[in-house]
């Protein structure tokens, strides 16, 4: 089991940044590779980013390649996602999801996530 608290979620204006954290308890983090998930009120959650168990393979939703950058600290069981650029169309629920399957995550499966955080990006 491995449980996800995330944070770092706000409201930021169009062309701003936001860093958002995950932190990790349970099993050994570094067991697990890592992603983060997104929802829009009234989508479905979307695949935002994964990266693997020591950082060395990441991936991306195309749409946010460039944008988005994902990273994680195995010393603090903490994984991150930097938002640059911000557009109103990024507003939603952020998830942190775990596995132990990197290729899960890119397929938006996963075994575990977090309550989510709010990112509002007003125009």
């Known amino acids: 089991q491995v449980q996800l608290v995330e944070s770092g979620g706000g409201l930021v204006q169009a062309g701003g940044s936001l860093r958002l954290s995950c932190a990790a308890s349970?099993?050994?983090?570094?067991?697990?590779?890592m992603g983060w998930i997104r929802q829009a009120p009234g989508k479905e959650r979307e695949f935002v980013a994964a990266?693997?168990?020591?950082?060395?393979?990441?991936n991306y939703a195309d749409s946010l390649k460039g944008r988005f950058t994902i990273s994680r600290d195995n010393a603090k069981n903490t994984v991150y996602l930097q938002m640059d650029s911000l557009k109103p169309e990024d507003t939603a629920v952020y998830y942190c999801?775990?596995?132990?399957?990197?290729?899960?995550?890119?397929?938006?499966?996963?075994?575990?996530w977090g309550q989510g955080t709010q990112v509002t990006v007003s125009s």
């Open positions: 999801t775990a596995d132990d399957n990197y290729y899960r995550l890119g397929l938006n499966e996963y075994d575990y």
């Open positions: 349970g099993r050994t983090f570094r067991s697990y590779a």
């Open positions: 990266i693997n168990w020591n950082g060395g393979s990441t």
